[in-house]
């Protein structure tokens, strides 16, 4: 009687308190929150100094502040129509055949600090959307390097609303959103190879061929005006990628531990062979050209980051650093396309590399929540990526496109030839970087 009554009485207690187990909220993880955070400011860093600095010193000295300008102010826009419905567009529960999300999120509404277990179960969900928010920000910013020192910036200021709504919004909304088609057909981007770079860079390319080639481009010389400053960008770029790459694991795990080491890894290997390449193309090796070439490895490592053991990182990088300078080199030379600071041949073809090596290095041994590639028997995956870097690149390519010929029949979108000659910080903003 003594047992039954003792056992009677633990089944009392122990019963509503497994019933709570099943139903409490998973518990914030404060390590994984911290990493999070940090990582957004190292994203945030990226775009205001890193590319503002690695593009403003790339270009002549009379549109430097009008370049960094660009970066800045893009910063302030994202931040607002994000918040306000980029987020959801992107984020929110699927809306439309895997296509964009609704508006159920504008204006943050249910998106508080408690963990949203579809994209982070140990962080707020608020720490996962400003996170989030950063890729956002400098995705736009990429694409100034392709039309800079010749657009208007009352035209800037619309396309980048527009860009960013049509675009980037519904790209990411496939790739990472709930009920993304590219998502659901099990392509592979961990940090934005095709969300980031693939879409900036092809976008760049449509812009290029809207705006048109600078006055006096391949007759005049347009030589950097300020490498140290790019150099200094640059290596703002390498630090804040840290928090790009490995802050897409969301925690402060293992995971995040091994794209830190392959992000590294891949950008020093891209920069030495873009370095001897350029070596033996040239003749002399550059800083420019070493600064580039690491942007490159970062760029392809990007959508791998998660996927890859250290050995694949160093052959991606290789790699990227070869493909990259040819398509500086060889492919705009050719074309004679003006894309003024390489944003295509960089992030353009750096992005597709990456995209598609992903499929043939990646392994279900550094990420469970991967897949094997081509490499470790499935060519699955690699079809997969290349759907998704034709997708990403076709949409991104055409719909820029079509948003640039819009506002350049309303309101133009180019500078006129006195305002180009004079330079954009004197025409556009009426100031000058320097006194002499």
Same mark, same amino acid.
């Given at each position: 009687?003594? !047992?039954?009554?003792? /056992?009677?009485?633990?089944?009392?207690?122990?019963?509503?308190?497994?019933?709570?187990?099943?139903?409490?909220?998973?518990?914030?993880?404060?390590?994984?929150?911290?990493? +999070?955070?940090?990582?957004?400011?190292?994203?945030?860093?990226?775009?205001?100094?890193?590319?503002?600095?690695?593009?403003?010193?790339?270009?002549?000295?009379?549109?430097?502040?009008?370049?960094?300008?660009?970066?800045?102010?893009?910063?302030?826009?994202?931040?607002?129509?994000?918040?306000? %419905?980029?987020? $959801?567009? &992107?984020?929110?529960?699927? *809306?439309?055949?895997?296509?964009?999300?609704? @508006?159920?999120? /504008?204006?943050?509404?249910?998106?508080?600090?408690?963990?949203?277990?579809?994209?982070?179960? #140990?962080?707020?969900?608020?720490?996962?959307?400003?996170?989030?928010?950063?890729? &956002?920000?400098?995705?736009?910013?990429?694409?100034?390097?392709?039309?800079?020192?010749?657009?208007?910036? $009352?035209?800037?200021?619309?396309?980048?609303?527009? %860009? #960013?709504?049509?675009?980037?919004?519904?790209?990411?909304?496939?790739?990472?959103?709930?009920?993304? %088609?590219?998502?659901?057909?099990?392509?592979?981007?961990?940090?934005?190879?095709?969300?980031?770079?693939?879409?900036?860079?092809?976008?760049? @390319?449509?812009?290029?061929?809207? @705006?048109?080639? !600078?006055?006096?481009?391949?007759?005049?010389?347009?030589?950097?005006?300020?490498?140290?400053?790019?150099?200094?960008?640059?290596?703002?770029?390498?630090?804040?990628?840290?928090?790009?790459? &490995?802050? $897409?694991?969301?925690?402060?795990?293992?995971?995040?531990?091994?794209?830190?080491?392959?992000?590294?890894?891949?950008?020093?290997? *891209?920069?030495?062979?873009?370095?001897?390449?350029?070596?033996?193309?040239?003749?002399?090796?550059?800083?420019?050209?070493?600064?580039?070439?690491?942007? &490159?490895?970062?760029?392809?490592?990007?959508?791998? =980051?998660?996927?890859?053991?250290?050995?694949?990182?160093?052959?991606?990088?290789?790699?990227?650093?070869?493909?990259?300078?040819?398509?500086?080199?060889?492919?705009?030379?050719?074309?004679?396309?003006?894309?003024?600071?390489?944003?295509?041949?960089?992030?353009?073809?750096?992005?597709? %590399?990456? *995209?598609?090596?992903?499929?043939?290095?990646?392994?279900?041994?550094?990420?469970?929540?991967?897949?094997?590639?081509?490499?470790?028997?499935? =060519?699955?995956?690699?079809?997969?990526?290349?759907?998704?870097?034709?997708?990403?690149? #076709?949409? $991104?390519?055409?719909? #820029?496109?079509?948003?640039?010929?819009?506002?350049?029949?309303?309101?133009?979108?180019?500078?006129?030839?006195?305002?180009? +000659?004079?330079?954009?910080?004197?025409?556009?903003?009426?100031?000058?970087?320097?006194?002499?």
């Amino acid at each position: 009687m003594f !047992r039954k009554a003792v /056992a009677l009485t633990l089944f009392l207690i122990l019963t509503p308190l497994a019933a709570y187990a099943e139903t409490a909220p998973v518990k914030i993880d404060t390590g994984d929150t911290a990493w +999070v955070l940090i990582s957004t400011a190292f994203v945030l860093l990226m775009t205001a100094p890193g590319l503002a600095l690695f593009y403003g010193g790339m270009v002549r000295k009379k549109n430097v502040l009008s370049t960094i300008m660009q970066s800045f102010v893009i910063l302030c826009i994202v931040s607002i129509q994000w918040v306000l %419905w980029g987020y $959801s567009v &992107a984020f929110s529960p699927d *809306a439309f055949g895997g296509l964009f999300g609704g @508006l159920g999120w /504008a204006g943050l509404n249910l998106v508080g600090t408690d963990p949203n277990p579809d994209y982070a179960a #140990t962080i707020p969900h608020q720490a996962f959307m400003i996170f989030q928010m950063m890729f &956002a920000v400098i995705t736009p910013a990429l694409i100034t390097g392709a039309f800079a020192e010749r657009m208007k910036f $009352s035209a800037f200021l619309v396309f980048t609303i527009l %860009w #960013t709504t049509i675009v980037y919004d519904p790209v990411a909304h496939w790739v990472w959103g709930t009920g993304g %088609w590219l998502r659901e057909l099990g392509a592979l981007d961990f940090a934005g190879g095709t969300v980031v770079h693939i879409s900036s860079g092809a976008s760049a @390319l449509a812009a290029v061929l809207v @705006l048109g080639r !600078r006055k006096g481009y391949m007759t005049e010389i347009m030589a950097p005006h300020n490498l140290p400053m790019t150099v200094m960008g640059a290596g703002l770029l390498w630090f804040g990628w840290f928090g790009f790459n &490995a802050g $897409s694991s969301l925690g402060a795990n293992g995971l995040a531990a091994s794209a830190f080491v392959a992000t590294n890894t891949a950008a020093a290997a *891209a920069a030495l062979s873009w370095m001897f390449v350029e070596w033996a193309h040239r003749g002399k090796p550059t800083i420019l050209g070493l600064a580039s070439g690491a942007v &490159a490895g970062l760029v392809a490592i990007t959508p791998a =980051a998660g996927f890859v053991s250290v050995v694949p990182s160093i052959v991606l990088g290789l790699a990227a650093g070869i493909i990259c300078y040819l398509a500086v080199s060889f492919l705009k030379p050719l074309f004679r396309y003006d894309d003024s600071l390489d944003a295509f041949g960089i992030h353009g073809v750096g992005g597709m %590399w990456g *995209a598609l090596a992903t499929g043939l290095f990646a392994s279900a041994a550094v990420n469970s929540g991967g897949a094997d590639g081509l490499l470790h028997g499935n =060519a699955a995956l690699l079809g997969k990526q290349l759907i998704a870097v034709a997708a990403s690149a #076709t949409y $991104s390519f055409v719909l #820029t496109f079509i948003i640039l010929k819009a506002l350049d029949a309303v309101m133009g979108v180019r500078v006129n030839v006195e305002e180009e +000659v004079e330079g954009l910080d004197l025409s556009q903003h009426s100031e000058s970087g320097y006194t002499a």
